[in-house]
């Protein structure tokens, strides 16, 4: 028997083991909470100030697009000229800042043709409101318990178009922007998209008030005000097409250029306009880009787009891509099932839950024994939407004859491999299906939320395709965060290694198309000294955590790792790249706290070979160790001290769940080794292979490695956790007594 522990249960368990009171969590590593101003103008320069925690020997920033570039000029405020190409396409971008606590976790930067400026610090009433000029942006920074206010001219007739990015750009702020008039008088209020639609009445000066929903403040309360000329595009329909380069969508906004009426008026009651176009047409970037969708989007393939303007570009919008699949607009008068729409098979049909109250239906044919996934979505596209679906199977017979089975409901996807660090699970549904014989499957749907409001933005798409099984790769770092009591926290993730250091990464598995099989994990990019363990999903399972660890031979190292999951489906051999993540914000008790987290560019890797692991537990002698099922194994360890780590540690065994019981081996402040009994018998450990960890509290004085290449006295009293690298166990069965001769 070959058994792999169940590693993603092993933190869940971990820290219930130790001392309530002891502060767990990593040791020190750069995170990066805010960069301010978050953006710059194409072909210009400005200084940026990077706030954070343990971000000392700050020497630099790295930017996913090489034309945006950096130079420290302060470094005890951590100041940079940031400098943007002239060919830097407008989008948003990733940054993190490299110190010598390692590569920080992603923020994000913002490119644009706007004028750039940044919100003046007195601004705090109607009489101190700052400018705000055409095609122009502002960056700004909440204060607490009051507004920001600015003032924009505007002739009559004129229509301004004043749009407010927060949540987009990694800011904590739920921002709210007021119109007002020069005497005060409130004129309007941001969309769901941030966004004021006005056109001014009368010359004059108008004034904008913004300020956090609930008046927070501080350097993560961050926002962009624009004041834009450019096209702004409130949704896309279809909101998922076949191909990137022969596809053509149709935009719904205003402002856009060679437009027509759309005959739709907005949620705001504004008027909006249509524009079909070429996905070819358009300028496409990366995610995040700028645009918000939830972790359960990662089963989407697409991009982020944006209607290019002779000078100013729209707002980003996400566009999904299925290839290989038909698809379907869907048509008026299909509000009942005796009127259902019918749509090919394999295919998609793409709607909306518009006007309220909203129910359409559709039929997809369906051949006897054939295997059918059936999709729907809506929320995962980013609409505020509660997708009710029925479906009923129909089979139907040579001469016509109908035989419904019976009527299935379906409301949420609950289940969420990712747990609380990237949650999946969603307000969609999805639904496998084994015809039983000719016929067709009716769909009916409608929106649980829209049921008052007229809001023609909240698409959908149904799809019906037979099964392809195969599988997506999500990997994160499994950061061991802090906890104090009962607190629950979520650190801000980012993967620095120091020598000596084993550090968990978790990989989740989004299993498609009832596929169950096994999938080989592979690292794509480690430098020297570094190797990655754990590599195995079995059958069945959702997530692993697997550990990197860093030896004595490891060198210093910044740059991106590849994760690679390989798995034989059928006679085939499938291969995916894991998309990495990021945590958005650090989480203090995740109880009482949302955790949201986003797709990031970019895995990247940071170690420091100055910088030593202050305690290191490793196994002596020969690998693997082997014992008898019916007897006992020892297993001999040295333990390595560096710094002013000195207190007693106890050690205990994770990753085999019969020795969950096992009590904890204590290693004196002044022991070099020590030995690990395992009493196999007492513990009734099956004949197998195993793979463990040794973890331990451990508490110290921590001194920082040099600092922009200066050596430092700097130290901080720490309480961390501490891994050892994996250690294997052979269970074997004891020989069989030889029997007696007569």
Not at 485 to 493: D, F, S
Not at 642 to 669: H, R
Request: hydrophobic letters at 40%; proline letters at 6%; one cysteine or more.
């Amino acid at each position: 028997m070959i058994y792999f522990s169940p590693f993603r249960l092993f933190f869940a368990g971990l820290f219930f083991c130790f001392e309530i009171g002891q502060a767990l969590g990593q040791l020190p590593a750069a995170q990066m909470t805010a960069v301010f101003p978050l953006g710059c103008q194409v072909g210009k320069e400005t200084e940026v100030q990077v706030h954070g925690g343990d971000l000392e020997g700050a020497a630099e920033l790295r930017f996913t697009h090489p034309g945006i570039t950096a130079e420290l000029t302060n470094t005890a405020e951590r100041k940079f000229k940031v400098s943007v190409a002239e060919d830097v396409p407008t989008g948003v971008y990733e940054v993190r800042v490299v110190g010598a606590l390692g590569l920080s976790n992603s923020r994000l930067f913002a490119v644009s043709t706007l004028d750039e400026s940044r919100s003046p610090s007195g601004n705090t009433s109607m009489k101190t409101a700052a400018a705000l000029g055409d095609d122009s942006v502002v960056n700004g920074v909440c204060v607490v318990r009051l507004s920001s206010w600015f003032q924009v001219k505007a002739k009559k007739g004129q229509r301004l178009l004043l749009r407010i990015s927060a949540k987009s750009l990694d800011s904590r702020m739920s921002p709210v922007m007021l119109l007002r008039s020069g005497a005060g008088e409130r004129l309007a209020r941001t969309n769901a998209d941030g966004l004021i639609d006005f056109t001014a009445p009368a010359n004059g000066n108008y004034l904008i008030q913004v300020h956090d929903e609930i008046f927070r403040g501080g350097t993560e309360f961050f926002f962009r005000l624009e004041n834009s000329s450019g096209a702004h595009v409130d949704f896309i329909s279809p909101p998922i097409v076949p191909s990137f380069s022969e596809s053509k969508i149709t935009l719904f906004g205003r402002n856009l250029p060679g437009s027509k009426p759309a005959g739709l008026k907005a949620a705001d009651g504004q008027s909006l306009e249509q524009l079909s176009v070429k996905i070819s047409e358009l300028t496409q970037a990366g995610q995040p880009g700028g645009v918000v969708l939830p972790p359960a989007a990662i089963v989407l393939d697409g991009g982020v787009f944006r209607l290019p303007g002779n000078s100013v570009a729209s707002n980003p919008f996400f566009v999904g891509l299925s290839p290989g699949n038909s698809l379907t607009m869907e048509q008026d008068g299909n509000d009942t099932a005796d009127r259902a729409q019918r749509i090919p098979t394999p295919g998609l049909v793409a709607g909306s839950f518009y006007p309220a109250r909203d129910v359409d239906c559709f039929m997809f044919a369906i051949k006897k024994n054939e295997v059918y996934w059936l999709d729907v979505f809506s929320q995962r596209l980013g609409c505020s939407t509660n997708p009710y679906v029925t479906t009923q199977i129909v089979g139907v017979s040579e001469d016509g004859k109908e035989s419904p089975e019976a009527v299935k409901e379906f409301y949420d996807l609950k289940d969420n491999p990712g747990g609380r660090g990237f949650n999946v699970s969603n307000r969609d549904m999805s639904w496998s299906f084994q015809a039983k014989a000719d016929g067709y499957c009716r769909v009916i749907l409608r929106d649980l939320v829209n049921q008052s409001s007229e809001d023609p933005s909240r698409g959908y798409v149904v799809a019906l395709r037979r099964e392809r099984p195969g599988f997506r790769l999500v990997v994160h770092p499994q950061t061991v965060a802090a906890v104090w009591k009962k607190n629950k926290i979520i650190e801000l993730m980012a993967t620095h290694l120091r020598k000596g250091t084993t550090l968990p990464v978790e990989l989740i598995v989004l299993r498609e198309g009832n596929f169950t099989g096994p999938i080989t994990i592979t690292a794509e990019g480690l430098p020297k000294g570094v190797e990655l363990h754990h590599c195995l999903v079995k059958a069945n399972q959702k997530a692993i955590t697997a550990f990197l660890t860093a030896s004595e031979q490891v060198v210093s190292f910044i740059g991106d790792v590849r994760f690679v999951g390989k798995a034989m489906i059928g006679d085939r051999e499938e291969e995916q790249a894991a998309r990495p993540t990021a945590i958005i914000h650090r989480v203090g008790d995740y109880d009482k706290e949302a955790v949201f987290s986003r797709v990031a560019k970019e895995c990247a890797l940071s170690i420091n070979a100055e910088d030593v692991e202050p305690i290191q537990v490793a196994t002596m002698g020969d690998v693997p160790f082997t014992g008898l099922h019916n007897g006992k194994v020892k297993i001999p360890l040295k333990v390595k001290r560096t710094g002013e780590f000195n207190e007693s540690i106890k050690l205990k065994v994770f990753g085999i769940s019969q020795l969950d019981k096992l009590g904890e081996l204590e290693v004196k402040k002044d022991q070099g080794e020590a030995t690990l009994e395992i009493d196999l018998a007492k513990f009734k450990v099956p004949v197998g292979r195993y793979i463990f960890h040794l973890a331990s509290t451990v508490k110290g004085k921590y001194q920082y490695p040099p600092l922009n290449g200066k050596k430092t006295d700097k130290k901080k009293d720490v309480t961390c956790q501490m891994f050892s690298p994996p250690i294997v166990l052979e269970v074997v069965a004891a020989p069989k007594p030889l029997e007696k001769t007569k």
